[in-house]
T-cell receptor, first 109, second 113 residues
Framework: EDKVVQSPLSLVVHEGDTVTLNCSYE??????LLWYKQEKKAPTFLFML????IEKKSGRLSSILDKKELFSILNITATQTGDSAVYLC?????????FGKGTRLSVIA | DGGITQSPKYLFRKEGQNVTLSCEQN?????MYWYRQDPGQGLRLIYY???????QKGDIAEGYSVSREKKESFPLTVTSAQKNPTAFYLC????????????FGPGTRLTVL
């Protein structure tokens, strides 16, 4: 059975800290890995990763994929209270996405 | 103003009643999806449709039904057979060709009393 495991499940940090969120997967017919940020309602897209070792960056967020070890990390540097959210990892297969349970990040001032 | 809309935002129903959740998109996307999210859980796929007049069951289809008569619309019916329907329901769409990203609607929170 395909599965996506995220860790930690929740995390509390202070503003300015750097955090690393983890996502490991066991999926047949892997096509890509996606990261989403969910604040109150709809998840919003952050990154799509298809190739190993190529870092994707967007401002203070970056992510990388390791297809040999079957995991991805999402880094957030200089965290702000606006980064507080649930971060979801999802893996695309031949059939639609399978999601992890998410990591709830709380950034306190 | 392109996007995905879901209605209603909040829905209350009595046990044993069927209820239909609306999802509309004007992004000209071929593929549409329905997910359920429970507290502390990720998103679980209920049904998806990659083209008009065709749809497939996801991981937790029991107690749900869908239709895809128009490209823009993918309504989800929660039937009385669904044992635990109270949840947050998210609709998504994607271009549907090759490796594409899913974009989500704002969700409907269904509470069955």
């Amino acid at each position: 059975e395909d599965k996506v495991v995220q860790s930690p499940l929740s995390l509390v940090v202070h503003e300015g800290d750097t955090v690393t969120l983890n996502c490991s997967y066991e999926v047949t017919n892997f096509r890509s890995l996606l990261w989403y940020k969910q604040e109150k309602k709809a998840p919003t897209f952050l990154f799509m990763l298809t190739s190993s070792g190529i870092e994707k960056k967007s401002g203070r967020l970056s992510s990388i994929l390791d297809k040999k070890e079957l995991f991805s990390i999402l880094n957030i540097t200089a965290t702000q209270t606006g980064d507080s959210a649930v971060y979801l990892c999802a893996v695309e297969r031949n059939t639609p996405l399978v999601f992890g349970k998410g990591t709830r990040l709380s950034v306190i001032a | 103003d392109g996007g995905i809309t879901q209605s209603p935002k909040y829905l209350f129903r009595k046990e044993g009643q069927n209820v239909t959740l609306s999802c509309e998109q004007n992004l000209n996307h071929d593929a549409m999806y329905w997910y359920r999210q429970d507290p502390g859980q990720g998103l679980r796929l209920i049904y998806y449709s990659q083209i008009v007049n065709d749809f497939q069951k996801g991981d937790i289809a029991e107690g749900y039904s869908v239709s895809r008569e128009k490209k823009e619309s993918f309504p989800l019916t929660v039937t009385s057979a669904q044992k635990n329907p109270t949840a947050f329901y998210l609709c998504a769409s994607s271009i549907g060709r090759g490796r594409d990203t899913q974009y989500f609607g704002p969700g409907t929170r269904l509470t069955v009393l």
